[in-house]
Nanobody
Framework: QVQVVESGGGLVQAGGSLRLSCAAS????????MSWYRQAPGNERELVAS???????NYASSVKGRFTISRDNSKNTVYLQMSSLKVEDSAVYFC?????????WGQGAQVTVSS
């Protein structure tokens, strides 16, 4: 079974930066893809960025050039560096870890960007 814990959310002014972290733990699995999603009130959960083991990344068009996803395979940890934040980036950010035995979600990290 995979456990996923996120950290690093908070309040920041527009134009600022934040970094989210997500660590996966457990035994007997290999991680395939690690992703960040976000969900704002009244909206559906949407993919922000993802990364696979080889380092290939994928970004939503709304964050491309501002957010960077990276991964430390030795720590089973994925990061989301968010820069030039906008008010519309405010949401709960969720980490999703996909493995050879299934997938798991983190509990969510609130990111609030003030104008």
């Amino acid at each position: 079974q995979v456990q996923v814990v996120e950290s690093g959310g908070g309040l920041v002014q527009a134009g600022g930066s934040l970094r989210l972290s997500c660590a996966a733990s457990g035994k007997g699995f290999n991680i395939n893809r690690m992703s960040w999603y976000r969900q704002a009130p009244g909206n559906e959960r949407e993919l922000v960025a993802s990364i696979i083991g080889g380092g290939v990344t994928n970004y939503a068009s709304s964050v491309k050039g501002r957010f960077t996803i990276s991964r430390d395979n030795s720590k089973n940890t994925v990061y989301l560096q968010m820069s030039s934040l906008k008010v519309e980036d405010s949401a709960v950010y969720f980490c999703k870890v996909e493995t050879n035995i299934g997938y798991a979600w983190g509990q969510g990290a609130q990111v609030t960007v003030s104008s």
